[in-house]
């Protein structure tokens, strides 16, 4: 079993800063990429950013230059940075994670429940 566990969400005021974690556990041989997508209310799940294992990061265009992802590749763990925050960013937040549990097998996709961050003044 592979899990995948948030923290950081909460309310924030315009402008304010806010740090997302996300901790990957159980049988884990290798971490492909690791990254956040975010679901607004009555909106699809969107790309924020993602970390390939070895490559370019990849941002949203609505969020670059204000959020920062990073990645521990030895205890795959992962944060989103989050400053000058607008309204809009208001969503549920979510960790995801392709991973790899044993060498033979091809990498799965797997999602945190996701934490809630609300922007407003």
């Known amino acids: 079993q592979v899990q995948l566990v948030e923290s950081g969400g909460g309310l924030v005021q315009p402008g304010e800063s806010l740090t997302l974690s996300c901790a990957a556990s159980?049988?884990?041989?290798?971490?492909?990429?690791m990254g956040w997508f975010r679901q607004a209310p009555g909106k699809e799940r969107e790309l924020v950013a993602t970390m390939p294992f070895r490559g370019e990061t990849n941002y949203a265009d609505s969020v670059k230059g204000r959020f920062t992802i990073a990645r521990d590749k030895v205890n795959h763990t992962a944060s989103l940075q989050m400053n000058e925050m607008k309204p809009e960013d208001t969503a549920v937040y979510y960790c995801t994670a392709n991973i790899r549990r044993y060498s033979p097998l091809l990498p799965e996709r797997y999602w945190g429940q996701g934490t809630q961050v609300t922007v407003s003044s």
């Open positions: 159980g049988t884990i041989f290798s971490v492909e990429d």
